[in-house]
Nanobody
């Protein structure tokens, strides 16, 4: 059974940090590019970051560039999103998703259930 499980969300003050994890089971994460998306209340889902499995290239939305870092640990079949200098506008449900192939240009395929991140004082 293919499954992605996110964890690490929570409540954090502005300027704080969180690390999200996306653990895969039922398949090998290394075969796919992995993306993080987020969806805030009343807004459309947006892409936050992606890491390819072909050459390890990483991509970030302009809104998170320089603050978020995506990484993967193939031995643990897990992808991470380190989020620093968090802002209230980062509040959203964060989802990880595999891409259909090794590159970030391919469409999303499998989705996790999401983890809530709330940035508030």
């Amino acid at each position: 059974q293919v499954q992605l499980v996110e964890s690490g969300g929570g409540l954090v003050q502005p300027g704080g940090s969180l690390r999200l994890s996306c653990a895969a089971s039922g398949f090998t994460l290394d075969y796919y590019a992995i993306s993080w998306f987020r969806q805030a209340p009343g807004k459309e889902r947006e892409g936050v970051s992606c890491i390819s499995s072909s050459d390890g290239s990483t991509y970030y939305a302009d809104s998170v560039k320089g603050r978020f870092t995506i990484s993967r640990d193939n031995a643990k079949n897990t992808v991470y999103l380190q989020m620093n200098s968090l802002k209230p506008e980062d509040t959203a449900v964060y989802y990880c998703a595999t891409r259909a192939r090794r590159t970030c240009s391919s469409p999303p395929r499998y989705w996790g259930q999401g983890t809530q991140v709330t940035v508030s004082s």
